[in-house]
């Protein structure tokens, strides 16, 4: 059984960094793509970042620049820096695994609040 957990949210202010990590159990974590998608309050989850399981990325056009995806294979773990925070940033955040099932963390709340 696939199971990801998601961690490393918290308060931050604007121009503040945070680093998430998605640790992954259940399959071989190596072979899939990974992903970070948010949902801000009361708007739909939208992708984020995607890091292939040969390490090419892709952005959202939003956060291209201050947010970094990354990936250790040999912990099973997939990572997302966040720096430069701005207010707009502030939503739950799911690490999701790309299988021919997606399969999706319980989800991290970032606030970026002054």
């Known amino acids: 059984q696939v199971q990801l957990v998601e961690s490393g949210g918290g308060l931050v202010q604007p121009g503040g960094s945070l680093r998430l990590s998605c640790a992954a159990s259940?399959?071989?974590?190596?072979?899939?793509?990974m992903a970070w998608y948010r949902q801000p309050p009361g708007k739909q989850r939208d992708l984020v970042a995607i890091?292939?399981?040969?390490?090419?990325?892709n952005y959202a056009d939003s956060v291209k620049g201050r947010f970094t995806i990354s990936r250790d294979n040999a912990k099973n773990t997939v990572y997302l820096q966040m720096d430069s925070l701005k207010f707009d940033d502030t939503a739950v955040y799911y690490c999701?695994?790309?299988?021919?099932?997606?399969?999706w963390g319980q989800g991290t709340q970032v606030t970026v609040s002054s």
């Open positions: 259940g399959t071989i974590f190596s072979i899939y793509s």
């Open positions: 890091i292939a399981y040969g390490g090419s990325t």
């Open positions: 999701s695994l790309l299988s021919r099932t997606q399969y």
